[in-house]
Every structure is written in C-alpha cells, then in structure tokens.
C-alpha cells in the first residue's frame, strides 16, 4: 500500500519566525525522523507552503490575523532546512486548506506540521472529505497549534470526523 505524508506548513515563520512557538521549534526533529521513515521507505512526501504575497494585510486572513508571514520569496516563507528533498512535491497555498487534493492518488495519508488548530486540522478534514474511504492520520507529537490548548481542539475535531490521531 501507497503511503503518503503530508508535512503542513513547516515554514521558518511558523517555527521561529513571525508566527512562531516554542511547541513549534520542539517538533522540527520529530517531523524530521518522520520524513526520513518515510524517505527510507520511498513513499510519497508532499509539503505544503502557505503562500502569500505583497499586501497580506489588505486581504481577508490579513484582516483577521494581521500578521505578515510567509510572504513569497522571504526566509520566513521557506521550509525549514533540511526537511524538504528533491523528489518531494511542493505545495505553495493561498490559504488554510489546499483544495486540489484530488489530483493525487492516495491510498494512505499520514499529516504532520503546523499549525495543528488550523492548516493541519484544515488539510485533515478536505482530505478525509474527498476520499472517505481511506486512512486518515495525524501524528500529534509532530504537531503544534498555536496554543496547546487549541491544538488539543483541533486533535478532537479530528478524532469525531475520523481521522485517526496517532502519537498523542
């Protein structure tokens, strides 16, 4: 069986950055030991990038979260180094959740990252909704929300809508 991870997010200014948690930085070697499973196997590994541009601010999320992060081409937009390779696909998003999951052919999909009460959980519920009928994970001790409380939220959310939350 085809497996699939899915590291969300895991960008300079959601680790250290503007945007940035200590929880954040205590996951990197996690997701890291995580993606070398995986390398090692020869499954699939998909990053996404969250991706804005010039005049964040003025958009909807900026009006909501009025933090400029993730602008494309800064530091703070990069994945983390050394976590990306080469075969790996690269997912640049506008916003929370990628909406054109349907274009890959999973069969399992495990998703790792940041930040769990939003992108994560986000990218969780898009996917279990498109392909009901696959195994839907999140490893939580690779996750990290924007407070722990919220990031306990977004791993029950999970569990009710059947997404099996491993590593707790």
């Known amino acids: 069986m085809k497996k699939t991870l899915i590291v969300v997010d895991m960008q300079n200014d959601f680790i250290d950055g503007a945007l940035g948690t200590e929880e954040a930085v205590q996951i990197v070697e996690k997701v890291r030991s995580k993606i070398n499973e995986y390398r090692e196997r020869k499954d699939e590994i998909i990053f996404t990038r969250d991706t804005h541009q010039e005049g964040y601010l003025n958009t909807n999320e900026g009006k909501h979260l009025p933090v400029v992060h993730c602008i494309e081409g800064s530091k703070g937009w990069e994945i983390r180094e050394g976590l990306s390779g080469e075969r790996d696909v690269i997912i640049n998003k506008p916003t929370f959740g990628y909406i054109d ?12 990252g940041l930040c769990t009460d939003i992108c994560v959980v986000s990218n969780a519920l ?37 997404v099996e939350v491993i590593g707790e």
Not at 101 to 112: A, Q, R, S, T
Not at 136 to 162: F, I, N, P, W, Y
């Open 101 to 112: 999951w349907n274009k890959f052919d999973f069969e399992e999909v495990e998703l790792v």
């Open 126 to 162: 898009i996917i279990k909704a498109m392909f009901p009928e696959i195994k839907v994970s999140v490893d939580a001790g690779c996750c990290a929300g924007v407070t722990v409380e919220s990031h306990r939220a977004a791993l029950t959310t999970m569990k009710m809508c059947q």
